[in-house]
């Protein structure tokens, strides 16, 4: 494929985006061969748009709040008063995959209530995995004697991880983040059947009355979404990985 | 001066370093040499405490190593390894301006270093000072580490086998250079090495250890007149011993009264090389000649051949 294909293909793809949640009915006799007589081919239970950004928000914070935890956790057990902490901390994060996100949410509800909450519990809980383990593989595989070189000119722990580690293993840390956030916009959509606002009522409200084209629309920009997501990330993952000079 | 005082570096039951006692002499090149696993790497590491003695105690200039942090110890100290170690997401002035930055020197300060440190080691500082470490190659990247080194103007360098992974022209180009940025800057250098070479090409002194143990510290022709153990003796190499004794010493210092036909030798070519030269051209004599290209005298077969011999 010539270079100039993917970047117009994304381009072509966000302006799709853009204009089908601005201004659906455009779309509408694309759809209507999808939906039964008289039932609307376009979701008429409120704002995709609105949707679209309650959906992002909600992905958004439970990343941050995964990046946080991931990253600080990664940083405490990979110096050497936290070593003894790796295995275990290794294993919660774990099982914080392991568990289904339906489970999650069935186990929060009753805690936190219905909404927002248990679905961001759980897109938390399933974020940390990736972003814990990347950070891990960054911060241990430095080489060896750019970390002896950082130490012999007299860096304090603090200085090498700011000025050293941190910034060489940022590569890594953000592929991390970005196999997080594709995870979550996906799960993100199951938070709707405990009535947290996002692209997931688009899909429920299709399979519940039948209409395929709900479930088709709601599943299209969830992808959209995801693969423009994964595309920018990576556009600045390899700047960073240029910067941090591991491509010559 | 470093005074290194009775030290021992012992890992559970494993003597790495064995009570070692040495005083390395202000402004002069020591190279600590010996096999993999010698401990010589170890008590290197000791003098700017990137590893902790068991018991002793280094002095720098008479004041012991552990009145300090170690991290402030180590900006005061350089220290050049092999495979450089440049930081790869920081450019070449970056890279040298490391420890000035850690040292809170202001900005002018700091690029004027780093542009004067650029000039000494002969790389052009407005091509250079922008690149990174992996747009350079092997050479330069080796030179900006030790440009990174005495960045902070130490009066000790410790270098770790700094010039092991050049190749061996680019190798032989380093060591000079090392050499006369040392009368330079009369830096009191430390390097470690396991290439005799080597150590007989760049040291005032050398010490030699083995298993843990300093066996020998002196002048290289020390080594090579009086081996104090078989270990030294196998180091230096039996077949070795007079070419080891004439790479010591300059043409210069065997320069005679007289003429002689071919192409002048500079006075700072090595003994050994003038024999070389000799042997290959099928001369008895060489001319000599200064830096300003004055001719001193000559170098002869019959001169170089007594110097070489076993001493009486």
Not at chain 1, 133 to 161: D, I
């Amino acid at each position: 494929m010539r270079a100039w294909v993917p970047p117009i293909l994304r381009a072509v793809l966000l302006a799709v985006l853009i204009a089908f949640l601005v201004s659906p009915g455009w779309f509408s006799p694309l759809l209507k061969p999808l939906v039964q007589d008289n039932a609307p081919a376009i979701y008429n239970q409120g704002s995709l748009l609105t949707l679209t950004l309650l959906h992002l928000r909600i992905v958004a914070i439970a990343t941050a709040g995964a990046i946080v935890v991931a990253v600080t956790l990664a940083i405490l057990v990979t110096r050497p008063f936290g070593a003894e902490f790796l295995p275990l901390s290794r294993s919660l994060v774990n099982v914080g995959q392991t568990f289904p996100p339906v489970a999650v949410l069935a186990l929060a509800v009753p805690a936190l209530g219905f909404g927002e909450k248990p679905t961001l519990v759980a897109l938390f809980l399933y974020g940390l995995l990736p972003i814990f383990e990347n950070t891990l593989t960054g911060l241990t595989t430095l080489p060896v004697s750019v970390m002896e070189a950082a130490r012999g000119s007299g860096m304090t722990e603090r200085q090498r991880l700011f000025k050293v580690e941190l910034p060489l293993a940022m590569p890594v840390i953000l592929a991390g983040i970005r196999l997080s956030v594709v995870i979550s916009l996906a799960t993100a959509t199951i938070g709707s059947t405990v009535a947290a606002k996002t692209l997931g009522e688009v899909i429920i409200a299709g399979l519940q009355s039948n209409n395929i084209a709900f479930v088709l629309q709601g599943g299209l920009i969830v992808g959209a979404l995801a693969v423009l997501i994964y595309d920018g990330l990576s556009a600045i993952e390899r700047v960073l990985a240029r910067r941090a000079g591991l491509f010559s | 001066m470093i005074e290194i005082d009775g030290i021992t570096k012992r890992y559970d039951d494993n003597t790495v370093v064995n009570n070692v006692t040495m005083t390395i002499e202000p402004r002069t090149v020591t190279v600590i040499v010996g096999t993999s696993g010698s401990g010589k790497t170890t008590l290197l590491r000791m003098i700017n405490r990137l590893v902790e003695p068991t018991s002793g105690t280094i002095r720098l200039d008479g004041e012991d190593n552990h009145t300090m942090p170690g991290y402030e110890l180590r900006r005061r100290i350089g220290y050049a390894i092999q495979g450089h170690g440049l930081f790869p997401h920081r450019t070449v002035a970056q890279n040298i301006a490391t420890v000035p930055v850690l040292l809170g020197w202001d900005r002018a300060r700091i690029d004027a270093k780093v542009a004067e440190l650029l000039a000494l080691f002969q790389l052009d500082p407005t091509l250079f000072a922008a690149r990174f470490p992996h747009e350079l190659s092997g050479g330069q990247q080796q030179r900006v580490g030790v440009a990174r080194a005495l960045a902070a103007e130490p009066n000790v360098l410790l270098m770790d086998e700094p010039f092991g992974a050049l190749d061996p022209i680019i190798r032989a180009k380093a060591q000079a250079d090392l050499l006369d940025i040392q009368r330079l800057l009369k830096t009191t250098i430390v390097l470690v090495t396991h290439d005799m070479d080597e150590a007989f090409h760049l040291a005032d002194k050398i010490a030699v250890m083995d298993k843990g143990e300093l066996v020998q510290y002196g002048a290289p022709a020390e080594l090579v007149k009086n081996p104090a153990t078989e270990f030294v003796e196998t180091l230096i190499g039996a077949s070795e011993r007079p070419f080891r004794l004439l790479s010591i010493e300059t043409a210069g210092e065997a320069v005679e009264p007289g003429t002689a036909d071919g192409k002048p030798l500079p006075e700072a070519t090595s003994q050994r090389d003038a024999l070389s030269e000799m042997l290959w051209t099928g001369r008895h004599a060489l001319p000599v000649a200064a830096a300003d290209g004055r001719i001193l005298g000559r170098v002869t077969l019959e001169g170089l051949t007594r110097r070489a011999a076993k001493p009486q």
